[in-house]
């Protein structure tokens, strides 16, 4: 492992906000997760752990101050491997500190699909299962096997599969603090190492979303490749999402939130134009960006936060990238955020969560 002292954080997080880290870890292998969960790094004089921020991409957080003094946990551990191969799935494997699109276009080009509506999703590995990553009609637990992780408490390793994950909508038991002893949450207790993902041999498009549906039709293709999907998922969120090389953001900041089917009804006899989607267990998911762009806030700027001019669910950087002194902060981030949930309260009744975790 290799420890840094007051190291910027800026290059390190997509919104591009300028922090610093008191003392950075990082981390390339399993056993080194292991050494620092037992060094002195992690622990007060008393022993007890110490607060730890896991990064892994820096695509999904908030910095919301100057300082992050949680020892941070640069995740880089690499690798991608098929690790097994039964009658219904390819297993494959790979490190945390992996980026998840490079995951995906390796899977496309040893021929096995399944990843393909999640491409260019920010981020790496470690951090997908966290969040539960989806997009397009596909969420990770889809396609989840088990994943690997380090009890930062005991420096063991142990599996989960998809059950004990907890996954939920942009959720799982590793965003959650136990409220008492016993209970599984494992918020800054684990750090996820591994990675293993099912992928069908079976495959079969998924094209329930909207716009996938509208892009097989106008190729006139009704079984296109996993290749092919990919494409088109890249070029639609190359079209909607700025890429953050260029302007900061931390992706769609505000959860799709979802309402009961009389909620919905009372909804569209307001607003017959919002845009929303069944769910399987009969809630109605409503577009957040919709919600957001209907209450005026497309192309609106605070300080140095705005909301971006083609996805209203997006906030980005409106100051200069790597500039100290002109980069958006986390505290401009958090006020045009709560401003946005205000206004689409106070019109459709309906609280937006963030999708980032603030620091």
């Given at each position: 492992m290799l420890v840094e002292k007051n190291t910027s954080l800026q290059n390190l997080n997509t919104f591009g906000i300028a922090a610093s880290a008191d003392v950075l870890v990082r981390l390339t292998s399993t056993q080194a997760v292991q050494e620092v969960a037992s060094s002195a790094i992690l622990r007060t004089p008393q022993g007890a752990l110490r607060p730890s921020l896991v990064l892994g991409g820096g695509s999904n957080i908030v910095l919301s101050g100057d300082v992050v003094h949680a020892v941070v946990l640069k995740m880089e551990i690499p690798g991608m491997a098929l690790v097994e191969e039964t009658a219904k799935h390819w297993i494959v494997q790979a490190g945390a500190g992996v980026r998840w699109h490079d995951l995906v276009e390796w899977t496309l080009q040893q021929g096995w699909g399944g990843l393909e509506n999640l491409a260019l999703i920010p981020g790496t590995v470690g951090a997908a299962p966290v969040q539960n990553i989806g997009a397009y009609g596909v969420e990770l637990q889809d396609r989840f096997h088990s994943l690997?992780?380090?009890?930062?408490?005991?420096?063991?390793?142990?599996?989960?599969?998809?059950?004990?994950?907890?996954?939920?909508?942009?959720?799982?038991?590793?965003?959650?603090?136990?409220?008492?002893?016993?209970?599984?949450?494992?918020?800054?207790?684990?750090?996820?190492?591994?990675?293993?993902?099912?992928?069908?041999?079976?495959?079969?498009?998924?094209?329930?979303?909207?716009?996938?549906?509208?892009?097989?039709?106008?190729?006139?293709?009704?079984?296109?490749?996993?290749?092919?999907?990919?494409?088109?998922?890249?070029?639609?969120?190359?079209?909607?999402?700025?890429?953050?090389?260029?302007?900061?953001?931390?992706?769609?900041?505000?959860?799709?939130?979802?309402?009961?089917?009389?909620?919905?009804?009372?909804?569209?006899?307001?607003?017959?134009?919002?845009?929303?989607?069944?769910?399987?267990?009969?809630?109605?998911?409503?577009?957040?960006?919709?919600?957001?762009?209907?209450?005026?806030?497309?192309?609106?700027?605070?300080?140095?936060?705005?909301?971006?001019?083609?996805?209203?669910?997006?906030?980005?950087?409106?100051?200069?990238?790597?500039?100290?002194?002109?980069?958006?902060?986390?505290?401009?981030?958090?006020?045009?955020?709560?401003?946005?949930?205000?206004?689409?309260?106070?019109?459709?009744?309906?609280?937006?969560?963030?999708?980032?975790?603030?620091?």
């Open positions: 690997d992780a380090v009890d930062l408490r005991t420096g063991q390793v142990f599996t989960l599969d998809a059950a004990q994950c907890a996954f939920a909508y942009r959720d799982s038991v590793f965003k959650h603090v136990p409220a008492q002893a016993g209970d599984f949450g494992l918020a800054g207790q684990a750090v996820i190492t591994q990675v293993r993902l099912a992928l069908p041999k079976q495959w079969q498009p998924e094209l329930g979303y909207l716009e996938l549906q509208r892009k097989a039709e106008s190729l006139g293709t009704a079984q296109p490749s996993a290749q092919q999907v990919c494409d088109w998922v890249c070029a639609i969120r190359r079209a909607k999402l700025p890429d953050p090389a260029q302007i900061g953001n931390a992706g769609s900041f505000f959860k799709n939130p979802t309402v009961t089917q009389e909620q919905c009804r009372d909804t569209i006899a307001r607003e017959p134009k919002i845009v929303y989607y069944p769910l399987p267990d009969g809630r109605i998911k409503l577009a957040a960006g919709w919600l957001i762009d209907a209450c005026g806030w497309k192309g609106k700027t605070l300080g140095r936060a705005g909301v971006y001019e083609h996805q209203a669910l997006v906030l980005v950087n409106r100051g200069t990238l790597g500039s100290c002194d002109n980069s958006v902060t986390g505290g401009e981030v958090m006020t045009l955020a709560a401003a946005i949930q205000t206004s689409v309260y106070e019109r459709f009744g309906i609280r937006l969560e963030p999708e980032p975790i603030v620091v």
